[in-house]
């Protein structure tokens, strides 16, 4: 069974920053990109980054690009997701998912694209 855990998230200032861990049991994360989204109310689940199974590459949506980052530990089996220099248009609640396709060369994007999610954690940057 897998499952995927997120932590951290929570409430922060504008330009402060905050770390998402997202940590997978029962599936491999050096065997499967992770991604991230991000659900603002009234809005659709956008893409904001992905850490590919390699650990040799990142991709990130422009609007958070320079200001997020991503990594993994893989003694823990856990990816992280930093964010610094927050904005009030960050607000959401944020989702890590892997996809479902395993040691894939190929970029995912779409929500679709991922099977398995995490319970998502939600922040919000005050203006």
């Known amino acids: 069974q897998v499952q995927l855990a997120q932590s951290g998230g929570g409430l922060v200032q504008v330009g402060e920053s905050l770390r998402l861990s997202c940590a997978s049991s029962?599936?491999?994360?050096?065997?499967?990109?992770v991604g991230w989204f991000r659900q603002a109310p009234g809005k659709e689940r956008e893409f904001v980054g992905a850490?590919?199974?390699?650990?040799?590459?990142?991709l990130y949506a422009a609007s958070v690009e320079g200001r997020f980052t991503l990594s993994r530990d893989d003694a823990k089996n856990t990816v992280y997701l930093q964010m610094n220099s927050l904005k009030p248009d960050d607000t959401a609640i944020y989702y890590c998912?892997?996809?479902?396709?395993?040691?894939?060369?190929?970029?995912?994007?779409?929500?679709?694209?991922?099977?398995?999610w995490g319970q998502g954690t939600q922040v919000t940057v005050s203006p």
């Open positions: 850490f590919s199974w390699s650990g040799m590459a990142t």
């Open positions: 998912a892997t996809t479902r396709t395993p040691r894939t060369s190929s970029w995912y994007r779409g929500v679709g694209d991922y099977d398995y």
């Open positions: 029962g599936r491999r994360l050096d065997y499967y990109t």
